[in-house]
């Protein structure tokens, strides 16, 4: 999805022909700042500062990149907050028991 999020960004939004190898290139560094990015706390500014850095190699403006940087963080906060919705939903049904027996489910056999 990454990538596809790249091309068109670059296609749609520059206004230029774009290849899927540099979207791939764009994608891979970008998880490379991910990963540099895993030493600072929540990864806050690492990841922006890094996806404004990779635009201007590639010769577009920083802009650009801390837009799409900003865009992917509040797609992730969106779905975290979807999944805090659906576990609490969950809790107050009662459906968080364990599916997997424990020891004190198992009644033992009785043997003669």
Known sequence: MGV???HNHAVESCRRSSNEGGSFLLEGLTKIIDAIGVFNLGNFGTYEAGNMLIAKIFGLMGTRGLTLALCRRVRDVFWAGVGVICMVAL????RNESPIATGSDITPALTT
């Open 4 to 6: 596809g999020e790249l």
């Open 91 to 94: 809790k107050r049904t009662g």
